[in-house]
């Protein structure tokens, strides 16, 4: 099992960008999905999760801005981020928690993906 994570880049404060993270290998389901964040010199930052139903939650600092979303059929999940800040500014990685059997699963993470917010 692989997550890949795209869509970032850099962006003028204001701007918007969607991330994108795709599983791929021998899935057999996917529950919570997750996007973290990690800004040079700090921990990982909890950004927004959604879970399999599709019922999302967000962190105080996004809230209001981002919007999560996943499409169950094709193993995605995808991060809309509206009005960036430069304190946006970090590698946003995917987590998700994969069954690779009915009792068989564990968390993978993707590799990250940069994104950049110029003031």
């Known amino acids: 099992v692989q997550l890949q994570a795209c869509g970032g880049g850099l962006v003028q404060a204001g701007g918007s960008l969607r991330l994108s993270c795709a599983a791929s290998?021998?899935?057999?389901?996917?529950?919570?999905m997750n996007w973290y964040r990690q800004a040079p010199g700090n921990q990982r930052e909890w950004v927004a999760s959604i879970t399999s139903g599709g019922s999302p939650n967000y962190g105080d600092s996004v809230k209001g801005r981002f919007t999560i979303s996943r499409d169950n059929g094709k193993h995605t999940m995808y991060l809309r981020m509206n009005n960036l800040k430069p304190e946006d500014t970090a590698v946003y990685y995917c987590?998700?928690?994969?069954?690779?059997?009915?009792?068989?699963?564990?968390?993978?993470w993707g590799e990250g993906t940069q994104v950049t917010v110029s003031s």
């Open positions: 987590n998700a928690e994969v069954m690779v059997g009915p009792n068989t699963g564990r968390p993978y």
């Open positions: 290998g021998s899935i057999f389901s996917i529950g919570v």
